[in-house]
């Protein structure tokens, strides 16, 4: 029975690439010049810093971009929130990994809704879709990528 499964994830590696593309470019930049800024990647936590708010803005463009052009989603990323300590103005930001419970049953019932032909169900931090006909399962990943979820989604474990 052909099945698929529907997963969140972000490869690390090219997370670290952006990064350290964002940090050249911070360099370079005549407008950051003895301006105290940097981004720091920590697990799956990213922490940007600036002086200024504005500045602050600016680091983030940056990276959106550097995540733009490697192909990343943006949608991984989560805002914690601002705080600013000193003269330095932090950003702290999520990776998010995996499908929420949550996510996952709003997934699983939109399926359910189109009455197709397959089966969604939740298996810990992604939903496995089955179906008899490949077609059913190829409709299924249209109405996905369709829909305006908040999160990255890829498909993968395609088996026939």
Partial sequence: MPSFDIVSEVDMHEITNAIDQARRELGNRWDFKNV?????????????????????????????MAFAKRGIDTRALHDDGDSKSGKLVRQHMELKQGIEKDMAKKITKMIKDQKMKVQASVQGDKVRVTGKKRDDLQEAIALLKESELDIPLQFNNFRD
């Avoid at 105290?36 to 990276?63: P, V």
Wanted: glycine share 0%.
């Fill in 36 to 64: 105290e800024a940097d981004i720091e990647l920590d697990d799956t936590r990213i922490t940007i810093s600036a002086e200024q708010d504005f500045q602050l803005d600016q680091l983030k463009d940056m990276l959106r």
